[in-house]
């Protein structure tokens, strides 16, 4: 029901719609103060927009959808606390469902209401649940990496000069930036439903196992170097958007997303620098997702 949103042709023909939305950020945010944080104001806001006009969901709320999926992804979040966000995004998205069953708009969640609950596919609640999933998975994902990226090139100049000088190699810039910054630090989970050997270990039938990308992403067997950010090496094996048939449903939209903010912001901020000395930034340690929470920048 879902993946028809996501191919390759669909992300394709937003692209100019994504332009736009970072072209609109980033000259705002030129335009602004020195110096100003350009998570919450460009690395944080462009994929939280996006997926918000794709989902139906108003961008005003961002504030509200923002902090109950910090704290859902929380690892120091009590049971009571998550579960209090997890109610209150849902509670949200429930409102919005019935109003988009009302009157149904161009967006994902009047399409899953139109097609598929109107047909006795799935229910309204189920609705939410997918609205759930899409909205936390499909930005805070994003903007983890993004801000890593930038964090990671300020602190490499050379390789920004080469970008800025070649924008053509952003899109392999990118590659090597899921691989290198893998931000999903937990791990996927899985149950093996029949004996399995991996690499000569045997995992039983009914063992979990918890799959780790960013120790698979350094794996000298595959990856030559494997510490080392290299800007041409072939990183698509890179397995941060998961693998096998769950693997990121986003993940055409993120890399197509990331390419048009780091060709923008090489563009346009030519001389970003990072306005504060990089030991004083609070990373998050605390969560599922690894990122940085501001990035105070100059330029
Ligand atoms: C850099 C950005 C992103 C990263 C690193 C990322 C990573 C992942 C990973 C590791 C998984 C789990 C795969 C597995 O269980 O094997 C996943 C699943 C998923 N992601 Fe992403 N993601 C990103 C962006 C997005 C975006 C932008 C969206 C939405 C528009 C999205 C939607 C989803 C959904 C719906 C799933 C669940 C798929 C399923 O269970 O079948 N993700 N993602």
Redesign the pocket.
């Known amino acids: 029901m ?1 993946t028809s949103e ?1 191919t390759i042709r669909k992300i394709e023909n937003l692209r100019p719609r994504l332009q736009a939305i970072v072209d609109k950020l980033l000259e705002d945010f030129a335009m602004g103060p020195q110096p100003s944080d350009l998570v919450s104001a460009f690395t944080l806001a462009t ?1 939280a927009l996006a ?1 918000s006009e ?1 989902l139906g969901v108003p961008y005003d709320d961002h504030d509200f959808f923002q902090e109950q999926a910090m704290i859902m992804t929380s690892s120091t979040a009590t049971r009571e606390e998550a579960s209090a966000a997890n109610q209150a995004l849902c509670e949200y998205l429930r409102e919005l469902v019935a109003k988009r069953s009302e009157s149904p708009g161009e967006d994902i969640l009047s399409r899953l209401i139109v097609n598929h609950v109107r047909k006795g596919d799935i229910t309204e609640t189920d609705v939410v649940s997918l609205g759930r ?2 909205l936390i ?3 805070e ?2 903007a983890n ?1 993004t801000s890593m990226g930038v964090l990671f090139l300020l602190q490499r100049p050379d390789i920004w000069e080469e970008l800025r000088q070649n924008p053509s190699l952003v899109p392999n810039a990118v590659e090597e930036m ?1 691989r290198f910054l ?3 630090q937990s791990g ?1 989970r899985r149950v093996a439903l029949e004996d399995v050997v991996v690499n000569g270990q045997l995992i039983r039938a009914g063992d979990p196992v918890v799959v780790l ?1 960013i120790s698979a992403n350094r794996d000298q067997e595959q990856f030559k170097d494997p510490h080392v950010f290299d800007l041409r090496r072939d990183a698509r094996t890179q397995i ?12 055409v ?2 890399r197509v ?2 390419q048009i903010m780091f060709t923008a912001l090489l563009k346009r901020l030519p001389n970003l620098r990072l306005a504060v000395p990089i030991e004083s930034l609070a990373f998050k340690s605390d969560s599922l997702m690894y990122g940085v929470r501001a990035l105070p920048v100059s330029w």
């Open positions: 879902l996501f994929p997926i794709l999933l899409l998975a499909g930005h994902t994003t990496t899921l893998d931000v999903i996927t990308s941060a958007f998961g693998y096998g048939p769950h693997q990121c449903m986003g993940q939209l993120a997303e990331m």
